[in-house]
């Protein structure tokens, strides 16, 4: 049980567009999910926490425009990368946790984001 | 402010043990987590401890001091396929997870 899926697992796009990164609970339902950035060789960096149903809670430094979260439904958030640099180029990974089991978050298999 | 430490890099050799510290200052407490992450991957759940002691699963054991604010990750009977990064991580007052830097462990044959 507690299978996260993130889609897709790589996307390259073009400097300037957007681009949309899907994170979805299989079997539990996810009150709360995280999107997490990470750098080779470096720690994750939590960007933002969305609970279903309202605004996610962005971490300070994270532009809110620019990486729009969406958490429609207890098994989907999305992450929009809006307007997308070379800088974005990333990482990105979500978690999940369940009213159930607070505590633990169960990870996504992350997504690689390449802007040319 | 909050903080995790763990060394950056350790080297082992097949077979044997390793020992993997975690130190941590946190507004809170509610659990610390073990993670693993192999190279260009996601991270997966190792270990959780909320209460002193050791927890022992398979070959991996997780050690927790809350009072001294440290735990250590213990490895056994060391394979290739344990080369990754471990990323120790705790659980704040708020639930969110504070993440130390990970440590790159390096398998030697």
């Known amino acids: 049980g507690a299978v996260v899926s993130q889609h897709p697992s790589r996307v390259i796009c073009k400097s300037g567009t957007s681009v949309k990164i899907e994170c979805r609970s299989l079997?539990?339902?996810?009150?709360?999910m995280f999107w997490y950035r990470q750098f080779p060789k470096q720690s994750l960096m939590l960007m933002a926490t969305?609970?279903?149903?309202?605004?996610?809670?962005?971490e300070q430094g994270v532009e809110k425009d620019k990486f729009l979260i969406n958490h429609a439904s207890l098994t989907l958030s999305t992450l929009t990368v809006t307007s997308a640099h070379p800088e974005d180029s990333s990482f990105y990974i979500c978690?999940?946790?369940?009213?159930?089991?607070?505590?633990?978050?169960?990870f996504g298999p992350g997504t690689r984001l390449t802007v040319t | 402010g909050q903080n995790i430490d763990q060394p950056t890099e350790m080297t082992a050799t097949e077979g044997a043990i390793v020992q993997i510290n975690c130190t941590y200052q946190?507004?809170?407490?509610?659990?610390l987590f073990w993670y693993q992450q192999h190279a260009g991957e996601a991270p997966t759940f190792l270990s959780y401890?909320?209460l002193d002691g050791l927890e022992e699963k398979g070959r991996f054991s997780s050690f927790l001091s809350r009072s001294k604010g440290y735990s250590y990750l213990l490895l056994k009977e060391l394979q290739m396929k344990d080369s990754a990064s471990y990323l120790c991580?705790?659980?704040?007052?708020?639930?969110?997870?504070?993440w130390g830097a990970g440590t790159k462990l390096i398998i030697k044959p």
């Open positions: 079997d539990f339902q996810a009150t709360t």
């Open positions: 978690s999940a946790s369940s009213l159930e089991n607070s505590y633990e978050q169960y």
């Open positions: 946190t507004s809170g407490f509610n659990g």
């Open positions: 969305s609970n279903e149903g309202s605004k996610a809670t962005y």
């Open positions: 401890n909320v």
């Open positions: 991580a705790v659980s704040d007052s708020n639930y969110q997870l504070i």
